[in-house]
């Protein structure tokens, strides 16, 4: 069965700093990766996928992830946060031929003014 | 363009009550279809999936049971409801030929 850890379960991080959220996924032959975003008392919107090809994917408000196998890790940056960006994130990774998204507990990211 | 409706967005039952929670997707034809609940500090768990009208598997032992009345209709059930089944439920939607799932906006369940 898939897992997936999510190390940290909370980050604070000051207004245009960088940030690191990690991920690290249990190895299977062939994975999908993903990022979702959670605002409170929301649902969860998808952020960005790894599904093949380039191992760097990027969303369109500037987060980015890179898969990488040898360290079967799916790690999300963004080089400046902003407030707006203040959510729980979720990594969660779909085996190939299952039905099933597999989640991690969820990192709260708190951007300070 | 795709949209998923959930409702209702809050609801406080007492114990041993019914519960139904309907979600329902618009703009696709035989969407793969999701419940999970997400518990507080505990990430999200798949209750229930569907891949057809009257096909539904379930993924863990539980309170509660699914069905799927029409192609873009999920409905979530339970007869008698327990301290337990609180929690942040999310209805999810997928085409079946795409690899990513989309999300409701929640029904926050408190059982009291």
């Known amino acids: 069965a898939q897992s997936v850890t999510q190390l940290d379960s909370q980050v604070p991080v000051f207004e245009e700093a960088p940030v690191e959220l990690r991920c690290n996924y249990s190895s299977s032959v062939s994975v999908y990766l993903f990022w979702y975003v959670q605002y409170p008392n929301q649902g969860l919107q998808l952020l960005l996928k790894?599904?093949?090809?380039?191992?760097l994917v990027e969303s369109i408000n500037g987060f980015e992830a890179e898969f990488n196998k040898s360290q079967t890790s799916f790690h999300l940056r963004k080089p400046s946060v902003h407030i707006s960006d203040t959510a729980e994130y979720f990594c969660?990774?779909?085996?190939?031929?299952?039905?099933?998204?597999?989640f991690g507990k969820g990192t709260k990211l708190s951007v300070i003014p | 363009s795709q949209t998923i409706h959930q409702w209702p967005a809050t609801l406080v039952q007492p114990v041993g009550s019914p519960l139904s929670l309907e979600c329902t997707v618009e703009?696709?034809?035989?969407?793969?279809l999701y419940w999970y609940r997400q518990a507080a500090g505990r990430g999200l768990q798949l209750l229930f999936y569907?891949?057809?009208?009257?096909?539904i598997s379930s993924e863990v032992p539980q309170n509660l049971s699914a069905s799927r009345p029409q192609d873009r209709q999920f409905i979530l059930s339970s007869k008698k409801l327990l301290l337990s089944d609180s929690g942040f439920y999310l209805c999810?939607?997928?085409?079946?030929?795409?690899?990513?799932?989309?999300f409701g906006q929640g029904t926050r369940l408190t059982v009291v």
């Open positions: 969660a990774s779909r085996g190939a031929g299952s039905y099933q998204l597999t």
């Open positions: 790894y599904l093949s090809g380039s191992t």
């Open positions: 999810a939607w997928s085409r079946p030929t795409r690899i990513e799932a989309f």
């Open positions: 703009g696709t034809s035989n969407p793969n």
């Open positions: 569907s891949v057809g009208i009257g096909q």
